[in-house]
């Protein structure tokens, strides 16, 4: 079983940055891959960035690539979502995910964190 909490969303103008967390219990998050994903009112979830287990290995959506910087300590059982040169297209709840494959498919993650709200003013 792995609990996810995620933090750092917030209020921000439009070419800021925020880092997301996402810390997890339980002494088995090393063996998680870890995906970022978001839901804007209305439209349904949507894939961000994932990381494999090791932080070797990530995946991005081409709505996010070059901004956007995914990676995770598994000493601290955290995972973090960098986002640089926010848009108002950004805004969202962002929820982070833990599964056993590193796959871009949010049916395939099995633990789901609460979610946080990052709004990008224009």
């Known amino acids: 079983q792995v609990q996810l909490v995620e933090s750092g969303g917030g209020l921000v103008q439009a070419g800021d940055s925020l880092r997301l967390s996402c810390a997890a219990s339980?002494?088995?998050?090393?063996?998680?891959?870890m995906g970022w994903f978001r839901q804007a009112p209305g439209k349904e979830r949507e894939f961000v960035a994932a990381i494999s287990w090791s932080g070797g290995t990530t995946y991005y959506a081409d709505s996010v690539k070059g901004r956007f910087t995914i990676s995770r300590n598994n000493a601290k059982n955290t995972v973090y979502l960098q986002m640089n040169s926010l848009k108002p297209e950004d805004t969202a709840v962002y929820y982070c995910a833990a599964g056993l494959m590193l796959v871009v498919t949010r049916n395939e993650y099995d633990y789901w964190g609460q979610g946080t709200q990052v709004t990008v003013s224009s």
């Open positions: 339980g002494r088995t998050f090393s063996r998680y891959a």
